[in-house]
């Protein structure tokens, strides 16, 4: 560029502060604008550049080249990259998105859910004799029952639950796609939660804290305060699987098991697919961890 097209253009910093204000402005959650803002600036210094019209098509394939990571890591950086290039597109200081075309193949994986076997032994192996080890039971029940997700629960405060109607209210600022959402849960369920609030309360008189929480770290303090998406209960579950031998014990393998359930037991997947709130039924069949024989025989009654 030369002295004037210098004075004229917008640095990718300038850029970048200007799209992050605008994505808080609209309600996107922190934890996704600090990972476009780690991908985006992996991007920039890589490539080393410091204008917005020096990004090129060229620059794009240069970092997914240099990155020593998976396909599907590499799709997901991707994704990234052309989230905040849309958003430079749509400021006016691109005339094309010459981005789209560029494509990651990755072979779809279907993750199973944990076994009902391995949650319940699970339950009986964790020492519910202490508070963390409580707090956790209930944490994992409350999963599988209702299929909360595991960031979601985090952010669980005791106003949330009715249980004059045995039913969770939540609102949108707990959940990914902001909607507003009610879960039922039964006696069991909503007996721990009482007690499991009994403890907290206790443990906040302790250390001088103030939150209504439902999920708090031993110290009283909520989870979801670190910037790190290992939330406490996810480590803990990690620890449980290596401890006892289990193989697929974490919240994302819980929450499918949940779907499945419902799956069981008669739910239409749109109705599951409401309940885990998902906003498309795709993302939706992928929990279910369906075969193609399931299928199949499914489909056969209905010929």
């Known amino acids: 560029m030369n002295r004037e097209e210098v004075r004229n253009a917008i640095t990718i910093e300038t850029a970048l502060e200007t799209v992050f204000k605008q994505m808080k402005i609209g309600g996107n959650r922190e934890r996704t604008i600090q990972s476009y803002d780690y991908i ?7 490539n080393k550049l410091e204008y917005v019209e020096e990004i090129t098509i060229d620059s794009i394939y240069h970092y997914l080249d240099s990155i020593e990571v998976s396909q599907r890591t590499k799709l997901i950086r991707l994704k990234s990259i052309k989230a905040v290039l849309s958003k430079f597109y749509n400021n006016g200081w691109f005339s094309d998105r010459f981005w789209t075309t560029i494509q990651i193949r990755v ?21 519910q004799t202490t508070f963390i080890g409580f707090r956790d039971a209930v944490a994992i029940k409350l999963m599988y029952k209702t299929g909360i997700r595991i960031r ?60 209504f929480n439902v999920f708090i770290t031993q110290n009283g ?83």
Request: hydrophobic share 40%; glycine share 4%.
């Open 40 to 46: 985006f600036k992996q991007f920039i210094e890589i």
């Open 107 to 127: 072979d779809k994986e279907v993750k199973s859910g944990a076994k009902l076997s391995d949650i319940e032994k699970l339950l009986q192996l964790i020492d």
């Open 221 to 303: 303090l909520p989870m979801n305060t670190s910037k790190s998406s290992n939330f406490a209960i996810s480590k803990q579950l990690n620890k449980y699987a290596k401890r006892f031998g289990l193989q697929n014990i974490n919240a994302h393998a819980i929450r499918r098991a949940h779907a499945k359930n419902l799956l069981e037991k008669g739910a239409s997947i749109a109705l599951i697919s409401k309940a885990l709130g998902h906003s498309d039924l795709a993302v939706t069949t992928q929990y279910l961890d369906l075969d193609v024989e399931e299928v199949a025989t499914n489909l056969r009654d209905f010929l």
């Open 152 to 211: 979601t629960l985090g952010e669980l405060k005791e106003r949330h639950i009715d249980f004059e109607n045995l039913v969770l209210s939540l609102d949108g600022s707990t959940l990914k796609n902001h909607k507003h959402l009610k879960l039922p849960i039964d006696d069991e369920i909503a007996n721990m939660l009482k007690t499991l609030i009994q403890l907290n309360n206790g443990i906040r008189n302790y250390y001088g804290t103030e939150n």
